[in-house]
């Protein structure tokens, strides 16, 4: 199957810092997300992005998928964006790889 | 709106008891649907995807099984629970065409 890197695996910010998430994928993709998860374990959808760029309030992301490459960016990160962020692709049909995720803890 | 729903939230569970899991959509019809396990610390694998009433998928060879036996109804079940099934297992839902997916709450699952 496709492998799915996401780096860096642990970040730790202080409120009102900027991050960049990126996500790796080794192959071609027919779509991707990214998403949040919450400590209560539910996963929130943040931007379903197979491909250009996308921005909602603080957050933005965008795909090069000719490069096999999704970056995430979160500005001026508040305390509840923490949590934990999975990068999603589908290769195939319905052959969805999830990455191991970037663990986000920002401080007050 | 569409919305998911799983239950039950928790579960603990000895090993070699059967399980039943269950996952409703409500708000769409004919969605693809599909359960996801975590392990702790972990990203998510993809267990089984569903596109049609009995039409199942297996991606990942297993003590579990899944069966879809209404259009927006999806069962996780096994006849006898090993150690090693323990996890958070989540159900997601895709409109058919569009490959989207929405993520219900999860199940926690210990089996001791």
């Known amino acids: 199957g496709i492998q799915v890197e996401q780096s860096p695996p642990d970040l730790i910010l202080q409120e009102g810092a900027n991050s960049t998430l990126r996500c790796n994928f080794s192959?071609?993709?027919?779509?991707l997300q990214w998403f949040h998860q919450n400590p209560w374990g539910q996963l929130i959808n943040l931007f379903y992005i197979p491909s250009g760029t996308k921005q909602n309030g603080r957050l933005s992301a965008t795909t090069v998928a000719t490069e096999r490459y999704s970056l995430l960016y979160i500005s001026s990160s508040q305390t509840t964006d923490s949590g934990v962020y999975f990068c999603a692709v589908m290769a195939g049909f319905n052959k969805f790889y999830f990455g191991s995720g970037t663990k986000l803890n920002v401080k007050p | 709106s569409q919305t998911i729903h799983q239950w039950p939230a928790t579960l603990v569970q000895p090993v070699g008891s059967p399980l039943s899991l269950e996952c409703t959509v409500e708000?769409?019809?004919?969605?693809?649907l599909y359960w996801y396990r975590q392990a702790a610390g972990r990203g998510l694998q993809l267990l089984f995807y569903?596109?049609?009433?009995?039409?199942i998928s297996s991606e990942v060879p297993q003590n579990l099984s899944a069966s879809r036996p209404q259009d927006r109804q999806f069962i996780l079940s096994s006849k006898k629970l090993l150690l090693s099934d323990s996890g958070f297992y989540l159900c997601?839902?895709?409109?058919?065409?569009?490959?989207?997916?929405?993520f219900g709450p999860g199940t926690r699952l210990t089996v001791l």
């Open positions: 708000g769409t019809s004919n969605p693809n």
């Open positions: 192959d071609s993709v027919n779509n």
């Open positions: 997601a839902w895709s409109p058919r065409l569009w490959y989207e997916q929405f």
């Open positions: 569903s596109v049609g009433i009995g039409q």
